[in-house]
């Protein structure tokens, strides 16, 4: 079992109940394979920490752009704490090196990991919260995430990839990009979409996803990064 109070002294907290910072590292199915573990998993933190997130961001970009409107703002808020961005803020607290996972759970990496990391640091925000305070699960939210906006607004990474791409390129290209579905496979259940971007005739990139709207996002997004323009 990993040192929690280690973590936590990490964060620069004591907590009262130690158990609770271990219960939003516990996932689901580390308690499949182990029968006679006496904690939960973390799945109801995670509830009341995406809660608490969700109004903290809220108040803390409220107060900040007294001149943006409702759109304005939830498009800001939805680019700090959408799965890509809590799991760079998980990975960066080190949060890899305590999650209690199972076997087959630990070996997942990519786009699997960052939702794992993504629920945990909601869950770490959810136990903060109850062992502390409001007060204190602000304050961490704040540290890890309030510094991040001007980064935000500057990459206009509030934007949707899609968006992003098809801006950039009829700025620069005086064209609009057209995505092309290039594959489908696997059964109807869990079907996987290979999506190609391309501008005029020349393919810039592709993107994998469960659905086409997730391929094209993909598609979009590795397009930026190829031709640099992210």
């Known amino acids: 079992m990993p040192d929690f109070s280690a973590f936590a002294?990490?964060?620069?907290?004591?907590?009262?109940?130690?158990?609770?910072?271990?219960?939003?590292?516990?996932?689901?199915?580390?308690?499949?394979?182990?029968?006679?573990?006496?904690?939960?998993?973390?799945?109801?933190?995670?509830?009341?920490?995406?809660?608490?997130?969700?109004?903290?961001?809220?108040?803390?970009l409220f107060k900040k752009f007294?001149?943006?409107?409702?759109?304005?703002?939830?498009?800001?808020?939805?680019?700090?704490?959408?799965?890509?961005?809590?799991?760079?803020?998980?990975?960066?607290?080190g949060a890899n090196d305590y999650l209690l996972l199972s076997k087959g759970e630990s070996k997942d990496t990519g786009r699997a990991r960052d939702v794992i990391l993504a629920d945990t640091f909601e869950a770490i925000i959810g136990a903060i919260y109850l062992d502390q305070g409001y007060a204190a699960a602000e304050a961490f939210i704040g540290e890890c995430l309030y510094g991040k906006i001007d980064e935000v607004i500057a990459k206009r990474s509030y934007q949707d990839a899609k968006?992003?791409?098809?801006?950039?390129?009829?700025?620069?290209?005086?064209?609009?990009?057209?995505?092309?579905?290039?594959?489908?496979?696997?059964?109807?259940h869990a079907k996987l979409f290979t999506v190609g971007v391309f501008i005029d005739t020349q393919e810039i990139a592709r993107g994998e996803g469960q659905s086409k709207q997730e391929a094209e996002q993909a598609a979009a997004e590795a397009a930026l990064s190829a031709l640099r323009w992210s």
């Open 9 to 60: 002294k990490r964060l620069g907290l004591s907590f009262h109940n130690l158990d609770l910072l271990v219960e939003a590292f516990t996932h689901r199915s580390y308690l499949n394979e182990h029968r006679d573990y006496a904690g939960s998993h973390n799945e109801r933190l995670e509830f009341l920490g995406d809660a608490v997130l969700e109004l903290a961001t809220t108040d803390f």
């Open 66 to 93: 007294p001149a943006k409107t409702e759109g304005e703002l939830t498009s800001y808020r939805a680019a700090l704490v959408n799965t890509v961005s809590l799991a760079a803020l998980g990975a960066a607290l």
């Open 163 to 188: 968006s992003r791409f098809q801006e950039v390129a009829q700025e620069k290209r005086n064209t609009t990009p057209r995505y092309e579905t290039l594959s489908e496979n696997g059964p109807d």
